[in-house]
């Protein structure tokens, strides 16, 4: 298989295709629009005439035995292609002949009826009707009527009733209403005067759409603009030179464009003459920089950004990923000016904040493969080519400043988006199944493998590509998927073919790591507990690489992690601690484990949570727990004063309403500055702003009885070093005891581990602003599975720390008198208490997983993976370092 010749005809086979009035269109043919073409007739004497037969034909053709069209596509899809469809055949009812055709209507009513109310529309169409006066608000048709362009040309036939068709007929473009055969045969079924110019349009899409006949149309016709861009750019970045590709048709190209760009002022739309976009004006800014021709981004600046986000039209509501990700590489590419910088930084912060929220679920509204990992690797390699130099073998900003925040943000979803293309393989070595996005992949995987950070999953990576590539190997002949999104979702023969050709031609190059930015620490470093995580049972049935993974993921949320704890904790930070490394893990696995149902924003925001709880816990015992027992007692009973005092925002009264004050009163007052910031942090956090009131008001609970237990605990402490130890067992035991080892691991030990805290937080960010535990049983089984967490979680570290807590004198689940035995036996029973309550914590999450969304259990199952993985750390090691 020669790929070069495969490129070439690829290239001569689209510029020969290129009619010189009608451009082409390798797009794949639509329900929806074909059924809008069958619906055109024209005035012949004193009848009508249907002028398309062969596109109703198509439609009664492709109708399946249930009554509807594309049933098991996207539900959008199979909605809107039956509802035109149903139109069609009920505009012809009078016409057609088939004595079914009364059948058929009733049938596709029924399915589209159907279909309609799986939807649940009482939730749905409110939002719907409310976009919709938005959009039309927005629109002056009074405007598009004098000659002013406008994206809702493209879709007439969602304005009948509300545009005069009449006014219009000025913006055809060779007959098209912004080619769209649809908008087109809308407009032709509306206006008073027919017009010859937009039947002849209609009538060559029809007759010439990739040679079929039958009568079947795309959703666009021409998309030469676009189509060509995409083909190009993608088959040059792999790797394919002119020379490869055919320099004397790449001339043609580059002649097309310049005309386009030229007759457009620097901008261009998805054909000639249409209204121009930032998506096609970037990718195509992008061929012809990669062709050697460059062209100026201060038109697309100028036009489309927002000072958020760039909008693929000027009258645009909602962003497209795809189309900042497209203008970012184009900006990368482009000639570059000191003045395109903050046009530049604006559009990262937009996607990696974009990926931040939602990871993985991105829902683009042009294209489904999200290639967001592209232009943000474009912009790695400008920051290293054009923004730094070397200065005594340092990496030093030069010319930009500010760069650092985004650079990270963008290497964090860069590493993570190839981390979840490595899992998401499968067997046969495609992703779902399918040519196209298998190709994507392999092409991404190719890209983001030249991060040094990806160096010790070059392995991995390599055994990924090589699989991918047989898959695509195999399956060369495959038709296109439909990952683009128009009215309906739809393919390209033609950029498929490109993908495809582009991820086997990555594959024949070595890996170049060719970028020398470094956002973490060394390798060498960051893998050093490897061999201490691989021997926790949760990971025996793992991949190796897969737990290198999320090492080197956690790694890259070092630094945010003490960015944060330092605004809480500023004196009590050294810079050596070891729970900034292991916390990221437990979340970056956890969730990895799960199939990365958490966003990097909400692992960030737990992952800060845990930190946070863990530096308080050091901090009591180091500074607390020096106070005297007046003072603790003290600050016990004032926990909730500190909280009103924070949530009101009034000066520091503490010390003033406290009366007498101990000898110590200056550490108490300090004590009191760190918790209040502690609360702040919290209390403050996004998630809580937003939060419902009773989220809120549970967090206030839980974070009291968090502070309390702490402060309970170092009383605690005080009364068990004045016990007597056990001669005979060799420990302490606490006499009287407050309570039983169950009410005390229920209650105040529980609270002490911060994991109904924690819990409580994570239910308020998976809600974000509503309440994802919608019914009281959901709320009381979920509280019952954070109560069993947190006891297992006291328990297990129990075990492990039972040493440093009889050499500092802190109280252990083995100084009840319910353990009167030798401390080997005893641990053995604390092990066995343990399982009982993970036998709990199992039965209480099998009652919750029907009461909650699917994905809010598949997020609690991350929680309660991530907080049992400290449970298993400490039984084999002791992770909290000693108090000195």
Known sequence: MDLNILAKQLINELVERCHSRYGFSSMTCT????????????????????????????ILRTQIPNGGWNEGTIETDSILDTAAALYA??????????????????????????????????????????????????????????????????????????????????????????????????????CSTWDDESEEYLRYVVETKSGTRTGDVPSAFPSTLFETSWVLSTLLESGFTEDDLGPSQLQKVKKYFMESFTSGSGLIGFAPLLEADADDTAKGITMMSLLGVPISVSPLIERYSDGEKFRTYSNEITASISTNSNVLTAMCMAPLENRHRPA???????????????????????????????????????????????????LQPRRFSGVSATLHDAVIVLFQSLSFL???????????????????????????????????????????????????????????????????TYGSQYISDAFTLAALRYSDQDFVTNLETSVTGTLDAILKPLKFFRQLPMFSCTPEWSTVASLIEGSLFE????????????????GNESHFSFIPFTWTSGNNLHSRPLTPGIMLEMMIISALAYQMDEFI?????????????????????????????????????????????????????????????????????????????????????FLIAHLTQTEDN??????????????????????????????????????????????????????????????????????????????????????????????????FPEFGAELEIAKKDLLRIGEYERRCLNQSLAELRPLVD??????????????????????????????K
């Not at 629009?33 to 398309?52: C, G, I, N, Q, Y």
Request: glycine share 4%; hydrophobic share 40%; net charge positive.
């Open 31 to 58: 329900v929806y629009d074909t059924a809008w073409v069958s619906m055109v007739s024209k005035p012949v004497e004193d009848t009508r005439v249907w002028l398309f037969p062969a596109s109703f034909e198509s």
């Open 89 to 190: 055949l009920c505009k012809h009812r009078r016409d057609y002949k088939e004595d079914d055709l009364e059948g058929r209507i009733s049938s596709a009513a029924h399915f589209l009826t159907k279909r309609l109310n799986k939807m649940d529309l009482s939730g749905i169409l409110p939002s719907l009707l409310k976009i919709r006066e938005q959009k039309l608000a927005r629109i002056d048709f009074d405007k598009i009527y004098r000659g002013a362009k406008s994206s809702i040309l493209h879709s007439l036939e969602a304005f009948i009733g509300e545009v005069d068709f009449d006014r219009l007929s000025h913006h055809k473009v060779v007959g098209s209403m912004m080619a769209s055969p649809s908008s087109t045969a809308a407009y032709l079924m509306n």
């Open 344 to 394: 530049i930084e604006m559009v990262v912060k937009f996607l990696c904040e974009t990926w931040w929220k939602n990871s993985h679920n991105i829902r683009d509204k042009w294209v489904r493969p999200d290639p967001a990992d592209i232009s943000l690797h474009k912009y790695l390699g400008l920051y290293d080519k054009d923004y730094i130099a070397r200065r005594g073998g340092k």
């Open 422 to 488: 490595l899992v998401a393989q499968r067997e046969d070595g495609s992703w779902q199944g399918k040519r196209e996005s298998t190709a994507l992949a392999v092409i991404t995987i190719n890209i983001v493998a030249s991060l040094p950070i990806v160096r010790p999953l070059l392995g991995q990576v390599k055994t990924a590509i090589d699989n991918g590539c047989m898959f695509l190997s195999r399956n060369l002949e495959s038709k296109p998927e439909r990952i683009w999104i128009e009215k309906v």
């Open 559 to 574: 630094s945010l992690l003490r960015k944060a704890c330092f605004e809480v904790f500023p004196d009590n930070l050294s």
């Open 621 to 705: 015992e180091s500074k607390v727990a020096k106070l005297s027992i007046e003072s603790v007692k003290s600050l016990r009973k004032s926990v909730m004063q500190l909280f009103d005092e924070v949530i009101s925002k009034t000066p520091d009264v503490l010390v003033k309403n406290a009366g007498p004050l101990p000898s110590d009163s200056l550490e108490l007052h300090q004590v009191c500055g760190v918790f209040k910031a502690f609360i702040s942090y919290i209390w403050y956090a996004p998630y809580n702003r937003i939060a419902t009131q009773n989220s809120r008001a549970q967090l206030r609970i839980a974070v009291e009885d």
């Open 718 to 815: 005080y009364y068990l070093a004045r016990q007597s130890r056990s001669e005979q067992l060799n420990r302490k035991f606490l006499q009287p005891p407050k309570s039983s080892l169950l009410d005390w691991v229920r209650t105040t030990s529980g609270d002490h581990t911060a994991g109904p805290f924690a819990f409580t937080a994570f239910i308020s960010m998976l809600g974000n602003g509503t309440d994802c535990l919608n019914s009281p049983l959901a709320k009381y089984v979920a509280q019952d599975v954070s109560r069993h967490l947190a006891a297992l979680c006291r328990l297990y570290n129990d075990f492990g720390s039972v040493t440093r807590d009889m050499a500092e004198g802190n109280l252990n689940s083995v100084n």
């Open 854 to 883: 699917e994905a809010v259990f598949a997020s609690l199952q991350v929680f309660c993976t991530s907080a049992d993985m400290y449970g298993e750390m400490y039984v084999i090691k002791d992770l909290t370092p000693a108090i």
